[in-house]
T-cell receptor
Framework: DVKVTQSSRYLVKRTGEKVFLECVQD?????MFWYRQDPGLGLRLIYF???????EKGDIPEGYSVSREKKERFSLILESASTNQTSMYLC?????????????FGPGTRLTVT | GQQLNQSPQSMFIQEGEDVSMNCTSS?????WLWYKQDPGEGPVLLIA?????ELTSNGRLTAQFGITRKDSFLNISASIPSDVGIYFC?????????????FGKGTKLSVKP
């Protein structure tokens, strides 16, 4: 079974803090993705990565950065958290080689910025 | 960006009923996926479809890739209480970024009061 884990299920941070969200997958997947999910807006892609040290902007990258130093780990960074970044953050991974479009999600991190 | 139209937005089920939902796109898709999300959890992949006309089952769930390549539907037969949740369709269209998916906004399944 594919396993995608996220470092925290719930997180509360203050405005202006630097926030790190970590994601780890154990299936040797090349592709990793960060989404945020908000009521009425569905899933929106923040950043994705097709390989170590590679990153591509998604639909809403503003206010976020990412890091992929190892194949299994993809980090999302909020440089200076703001209240409009309060959301559910979902990490996903998929393979280059088989079933390219089947993304497997982690349990999510519900971030509250006060 | 491009979006998928998923309907209905919400529906109520009574145990034992069959449920149907669908997803449409204005452009041609080469892959359709269906996910279920329980409250406070991440989406779980239910069914993946790769060929136009393909009909695939997973237990009581059946999904089809539309012949026009612009739609897909998901049926749940003989629903049970644990079917409650949000169901998302997702797809990959021709010319889209490799590996990236477009998601519908979900169909929320609730139990009839």
């Amino acid at each position: 079974d594919v396993k995608v884990t996220q470092s925290s299920r719930y997180l509360v941070k203050r405005t202006g803090e630097k926030v790190f969200l970590e994601c780890v997958q154990d299936m040797d997947h090349e592709n990793m993705f960060w989404y945020r999910q908000d009521p009425g807006l569905g899933l929106r892609l923040i950043y994705f990565s097709y390989d170590v040290k590679m990153k591509e902007k998604g639909d809403i990258p503003e206010g976020y950065s990412v890091s992929r130093e190892k194949k299994e780990r993809f980090s999302l960074i909020l440089e200076s958290a703001s209240t409009n970044q309060t959301s559910m953050y979902l990490c996903a991974s998929s393979s280059h080689r088989v079933r390219l479009y089947e993304q497997y999600f982690g349990p999510g991190t519900r971030l509250t910025v006060t | 960006g491009q979006q998928l139209n998923q309907s209905p937005q919400s529906m109520f089920i009574q145990e034992g009923e069959d449920v149907s939902m669908n997803c449409t796109s204005s452009s041609i898709f080469n892959t359709w996926l269906w996910y279920k999300q329980d409250p406070g959890e991440g989406p779980v992949l239910l069914i993946a479809l790769y060929k136009a006309g393909e009909l695939t089952s997973n237990g009581r769930l059946t999904a089809q890739f539309g012949i026009t390549r612009k739609d897909s539907f998901l049926n749940i037969s003989a629903s049970i209480p644990s079917d409650v949740g949000i169901y998302f369709c997702a797809g990959q269209n021709y010319g889209g970024s490799q590996g990236n998916l477009i998601f519908g906004k979900g169909t929320k399944l609730s139990v009839k009061p």
